[in-house]
């Protein structure tokens, strides 16, 4: 069952997104940092906006793929809830779904700032899910 | 933190040997209550960071340490590039040049008691501040170019503040060295909507009032006075700065073999000062560097608007701007001799002594301001730096009281709009955008900064001069 979380670090948030592929898991992450900012549930899915990536290895891709979405965030004044990742290789090519930043209806909490290489991993479990995680400052 | 490997020099300083791969100790100035209270991060990565090349004299750990990004947060260090010393964009930060900036207001807390709903107002609505806020000022590639060079200067060249402001920044207001063109398209659009505006998380801007005063001579020298009230702004270099430390961290984690450099821990991306990232580096941090004091200047003039509408009486001088994340060349005695070092400031302020020529002269005899942001609804402090203080922490002290518990436990624990209630019961009136945003911020969620002060002063790498307390506090 794909899911994202939340885990602790003192100064920030950690993101952790599980899937039974890095794809999915990288769509829960992109959840877990949309929900930093809000409850996802409450962001309309009115605009497509296309990411494409590649790194040297499948954890900076992790934080390529959320510094990427940070960025579109940033720059658009927007919020993403529904995200579709299809991972080749170490290349990421993603469709984010959103829409502009409300700021009654989203309330948001803080701003991310970035992903970081803290507790950044991308790996399987032993249950065989997928775990991509990491640190995002805020 | 496990503090058996410490050996105890006095009360509120503690020496960890240098072992293994640490090329120089560490030395932490925090009484034993603080150590206990750091997580083990801290000395895990203080250590990592003794481990770098051309690192001179110790790792150091202020106060306030805690898990950061390679570095502590409230870490120091400084390299030798003639050592093969090397530059981190960790150890300077993904906030650039984030600060705190100190404005006297000429008021008494009675001037300002009456009217504090009317100014808390005024002021939410006048100084953007959250996600999703603009600034007034959007600027072009040109523009966006030249307040990269002139930082605070440039602001005030176009009418926000006045030359006066410019003494009593850190680099007179403007960072030399900047270098715009190694500053990214991404990182510049990132900031195009964004100058003059607060932030969100820890970010805020506090109307206070000194509370007591501890170094009457000292106080007396800054124009401080119980009951005289301040504003204090706590903000950063925004979109870009974020943008900045987003990309060279990157780079110089891929890097880092390249340069034969033995990363203890991929978080700790640096690069050695001479090579080509390492200098690029440097020119798109003090452009970061510059966008901060420009970004704080802005601030400071919608500040001056508010007040100038609400209280006309009062003048808003600034008393000093101090930053927390830089990487600063610099002179420094080491064992007699005098040497250009490269020092790091994660979370950890500057605080120059007493006699520094980078002074204004009407500080140089009482040292540099320190200015220590609290946390919302807590309390701040100004200090000063001490002429010990040279030696034993390349000038440096801490910058506010540090989390003690995470987010994520904080906004379990408290509700935004009862603290909000409780606040205003003792007083102070909060305006958030976001209550969860304040629930974070509990002032539970941090650790006592009257600890972390009274550490550092007794360590001697600042002075106690004034307490302040918050009237009014708005933030992102």
Redesign the interface.
């Given at each position: 069952m794909p899911d994202w979380e939340?885990?602790?670090?003192?100064?920030?948030?950690g993101v952790r997104g599980r899937g039974e592929s890095p794809d999915i898991a990288f769509e829960q992450a992109a959840l877990g940092l949309t929900a930093v900012?809000t409850d996802p549930g409450r962001v309309r899915n009115d605009e497509q906006v296309a990411i494409r990536c590649e790194a040297?290895n499948l954890e900076?891709l992790l934080?390529?793929w959320l510094?990427a979405l940070?960025?579109e965030m940033?720059?658009r004044?927007m919020l993403f809830g529904r995200f579709r990742v299809a991972i080749d290789g170490l290349r990421l090519s993603a469709e984010a779904e959103g829409e502009r930043?409300d700021?009654l209806r989203?309330?948001?909490?803080?701003?991310p700032?970035?992903?970081?290489?803290?507790e950044?991993r991308v790996g399987r479990d032993d249950d065989g899910q997928w775990v991509a995680q990491c640190?995002v400052?805020? | 933190m496990d503090i058996t490997p410490l050996q105890q020099i006095s009360k509120d300083e503690w020496r960890l040997p240098a072992t293994g791969k640490m090329r120089a100790p560490v030395i932490f100035y925090a009484d034993r209550a603080l150590l206990d209270g750091m997580d083990e991060k801290v000395r895990t990565q203080a250590s990592n960071v003794a481990t770098l090349p051309g690192i001179v004299k110790a790792s150091y750990v202020m106060p306030d340490g805690h898990w950061g990004y390679g570095f502590p947060i409230g870490g120091v260090a400084g390299f030798d590039a003639s050592e093969g010393g090397v530059v981190s964009a960790g150890g300077v930060g993904f906030d650039i040049s984030c600060g705190v900036r100190c404005l006297r207001t000429g008021l008494r807390a009675d001037d300002v008691e009456p009217v504090k709903e009317r100014l808390v107002e005024a002021l939410f609505r006048h100084v953007p501040a959250g996600l999703g806020s603009t600034g007034q000022v959007h600027l072009d590639d040109a523009e966006m170019t030249e307040m990269l060079l002139g930082g605070a200067r440039w602001a005030i060249d176009r009418g926000y503040g006045s030359r006066e402001d410019l003494e009593r920044i850190e680099e007179r207001g403007s960072m030399r060295g900047a270098e715009p063109a190694h500053v990214s398209p991404k990182a510049r659009s990132r900031q195009q909507d964004e100058m003059g505006t607060l932030g969100s998380g820890n970010h805020y801007l506090e109307v206070q009032r000194v509370a007591e005063v501890f170094a009457p001579d000292v106080a007396s020298a800054l124009s401080l006075a119980v009951d005289d009230v301040v504003v204090s702004i706590h903000c950063g270099s925004r979109g870009l700065g974020h943008q900045i430390g987003t990309e060279y961290l990157r780079e110089m984690a891929i890097a880092a073999a390249k340069h034969g450099i033995d990363l203890p821990d991929r978080e700790l991306a640096c690069a050695p000062l001479r090579s080509e990232v390492g200098r690029r580096y440097l020119g798109a941090m003090r452009a970061g560097i510059n966008c901060a004091l420009a970004n704080r200047q802005i601030i400071t003039h919608l500040t001056r608007e508010v007040f100038s509408d609400v209280l006309p009486k009062a003048e808003l001088p600034l008393l000093y701007d101090v930053s927390h994340n830089t990487c600063k060349e610099e002179e420094h005695v080491v064992d007699g001799v005098p040497r250009r070092l490269f020092i790091h400031r994660k979370g950890a302020t500057r605080a120059f002594g007493p006699g520094h020529p980078e002074l204004p002269v009407q500080l140089r005899d009482i040292g540099q301001p320190v200015l220590i942001g609290g946390s919302m609804g807590t309390e701040s402090w100004v200090l000063v730096g001490t002429a010990e203080g040279m030696a034993l922490s390349f000038g440096s002290a801490c910058h506010g009281a540090g989390r003690r518990m995470s987010r994520h436990r904080a906004k379990k624990q408290w509700r935004g709009s009862k603290l909000i209630k409780n606040l205003a019961h003792r007083g102070i009136l909060v305006r958030s955008v976001s209550m969860r945003g304040v629930a974070e911020e509990a002032p539970g969620a941090y650790k006592d900064v009257r600890a972390v002060v009274a550490s550092a002063d007794r360590a001697g790498i600042a002075r106690k001069v004034a307490r302040l307390e918050p009237m009014v506090c708005i933030k992102g």
């Amino acid at each position: 069952m794909p899911d994202w979380e939340h885990f602790p670090h003192e100064a920030d948030i950690g993101v952790r997104g599980r899937g039974e592929s890095p794809d999915i898991a990288f769509e829960q992450a992109a959840l877990g940092l949309t929900a930093v900012v809000t409850d996802p549930g409450r962001v309309r899915n009115d605009e497509q906006v296309a990411i494409r990536c590649e790194a040297p290895n499948l954890e900076i891709l992790l934080v390529d793929w959320l510094n990427a979405l940070i960025y579109e965030m940033n720059t658009r004044s927007m919020l993403f809830g529904r995200f579709r990742v299809a991972i080749d290789g170490l290349r990421l090519s993603a469709e984010a779904e959103g829409e502009r930043i409300d700021r009654l209806r989203h309330e948001p909490v803080v701003e991310p700032k970035g992903a970081t290489f803290t507790e950044l991993r991308v790996g399987r479990d032993d249950d065989g899910q997928w775990v991509a995680q990491c640190v995002v400052d805020v | 933190m496990d503090i058996t490997p410490l050996q105890q020099i006095s009360k509120d300083e503690w020496r960890l040997p240098a072992t293994g791969k640490m090329r120089a100790p560490v030395i932490f100035y925090a009484d034993r209550a603080l150590l206990d209270g750091m997580d083990e991060k801290v000395r895990t990565q203080a250590s990592n960071v003794a481990t770098l090349p051309g690192i001179v004299k110790a790792s150091y750990v202020m106060p306030d340490g805690h898990w950061g990004y390679g570095f502590p947060i409230g870490g120091v260090a400084g390299f030798d590039a003639s050592e093969g010393g090397v530059v981190s964009a960790g150890g300077v930060g993904f906030d650039i040049s984030c600060g705190v900036r100190c404005l006297r207001t000429g008021l008494r807390a009675d001037d300002v008691e009456p009217v504090k709903e009317r100014l808390v107002e005024a002021l939410f609505r006048h100084v953007p501040a959250g996600l999703g806020s603009t600034g007034q000022v959007h600027l072009d590639d040109a523009e966006m170019t030249e307040m990269l060079l002139g930082g605070a200067r440039w602001a005030i060249d176009r009418g926000y503040g006045s030359r006066e402001d410019l003494e009593r920044i850190e680099e007179r207001g403007s960072m030399r060295g900047a270098e715009p063109a190694h500053v990214s398209p991404k990182a510049r659009s990132r900031q195009q909507d964004e100058m003059g505006t607060l932030g969100s998380g820890n970010h805020y801007l506090e109307v206070q009032r000194v509370a007591e005063v501890f170094a009457p001579d000292v106080a007396s020298a800054l124009s401080l006075a119980v009951d005289d009230v301040v504003v204090s702004i706590h903000c950063g270099s925004r979109g870009l700065g974020h943008q900045i430390g987003t990309e060279y961290l990157r780079e110089m984690a891929i890097a880092a073999a390249k340069h034969g450099i033995d990363l203890p821990d991929r978080e700790l991306a640096c690069a050695p000062l001479r090579s080509e990232v390492g200098r690029r580096y440097l020119g798109a941090m003090r452009a970061g560097i510059n966008c901060a004091l420009a970004n704080r200047q802005i601030i400071t003039h919608l500040t001056r608007e508010v007040f100038s509408d609400v209280l006309p009486k009062a003048e808003l001088p600034l008393l000093y701007d101090v930053s927390h994340n830089t990487c600063k060349e610099e002179e420094h005695v080491v064992d007699g001799v005098p040497r250009r070092l490269f020092i790091h400031r994660k979370g950890a302020t500057r605080a120059f002594g007493p006699g520094h020529p980078e002074l204004p002269v009407q500080l140089r005899d009482i040292g540099q301001p320190v200015l220590i942001g609290g946390s919302m609804g807590t309390e701040s402090w100004v200090l000063v730096g001490t002429a010990e203080g040279m030696a034993l922490s390349f000038g440096s002290a801490c910058h506010g009281a540090g989390r003690r518990m995470s987010r994520h436990r904080a906004k379990k624990q408290w509700r935004g709009s009862k603290l909000i209630k409780n606040l205003a019961h003792r007083g102070i009136l909060v305006r958030s955008v976001s209550m969860r945003g304040v629930a974070e911020e509990a002032p539970g969620a941090y650790k006592d900064v009257r600890a972390v002060v009274a550490s550092a002063d007794r360590a001697g790498i600042a002075r106690k001069v004034a307490r302040l307390e918050p009237m009014v506090c708005i933030k992102g």
